[in-house]
């Protein structure tokens, strides 16, 4: 091969990799556990960066129980449009897709059969989901604002209200009945912007973001351990690891519990779930 030649196949190679709409340092096709991402340590990172996390405004992401889907909020900052979009696993590559119109803050049930969509609802079924039905007149009021609604595996509900001073309530099941939403305690709804609460499914916590005099700055991501006699403990930031001066909301732990992933500037970041085992009190 003369110069002349080696220089044209050269050229070549560097317009087809500037060409490429993932970039050059990233592959062209998303393979592996958790859309092919290298898990983080302790320190936040950004989760899919060129795929998830892009340009637009990308959040409130979470897996399916199968760890086999995962979906997110985007904003288009052109367009100003939001919609829920997909990444689907199969023959393990990731596909993405759009689900349609963003509706409410979408939250999966973790049986992975539910989701959720503030006061409404979807559910799964042979080719996909369902059309969009409403939760009915306990939680369809006018004068509350859902943005998000998480359940628990027993069925719990935690939700919050934007309409009514950004307060959050719980609607357990008793004997087989969805009881009436009740506000939780002051250790939860205090500060300004209480919003976007996640129970685990065992319920052994809740994570919810608020504006507090203690905190970092803006809205921090905070939880709450439930005790022995099942009261909800006290509000415990959850650090600098977490939190910093900017936004962070929309707390969520992967289902199998690995790793806990929020919202900061417009992108899902993510960490080793670990953070909630250290900040657990000592019994």
């Known amino acids: 091969m003369n110069q ?98 963003r509706v409410g803050r979408p939250f999966i049930s973790p049986d992975g059969k539910i989701m959720h969509l503030g006061n409404k609802y979807m559910e799964r079924t042979s080719n996909g989901w369902s059309e969009v039905k409403s939760l009915g007149p306990m939680f369809e009021r006018e004068d509350w604002g859902i943005m998000r609604l998480s359940a628990s595996a027993k069925g719990t509900y935690v939700f919050d209200d934007y309409k009514n001073n950004d307060v959050i309530r719980i609607s357990t099941i008793k004997n087989d009945k969805r009881q009436p939403p009740k506000l939780m305690g002051s250790q939860i709804n205090s500060g300004k912007w209480t919003a976007h609460p996640f129970i685990s499914p065992d319920e052994s916590f809740i994570m919810w973001d608020s504006e507090r005099q203690s905190g970092f700055g803006e809205s921090d ?19 600098d690891k977490v939190n910093t001066d900017a936004q962070e909301n929309g707390a969520y732990v992967t289902p199998d519990g690995k790793y806990l992933l929020f919202n900061r500037h417009g992108d899902i970041y993510w960490l080793d779930a670990k953070i909630i085992k250290m900040l657990r009190p000592k019994e």
């Open 4 to 101: 002349i030649t080696l220089f044209i196949a050269l050229l070549l190679c560097v317009i087809a990799m500037s060409n490429n709409s993932y970039g050059h340092d990233k592959p062209a096709v998303l393979e592996g556990p958790y859309l092919g991402q290298k898990p983080p340590g302790l320190t936040p990172e950004v989760f899919a960066p060129g795929f998830v996390s892009t340009e637009h405004r990308d959040g409130n992401g979470f897996f399916t129980p199968d760890m086999r889907e995962f979906y997110f909020t985007r904003k288009n900052n052109k367009t100003k449009k939001w919609s829920l979009v997909t990444f689907k696993s199969k023959n393990n590559q990731w596909h993405e897709s759009v689900v349609g119109p």
């Open 221 to 239: 991501v905070y939880i709450s351990f439930k005790q022995q006699d099942g009261s909800w403990g006290g509000a415990i930031n959850l650090g």
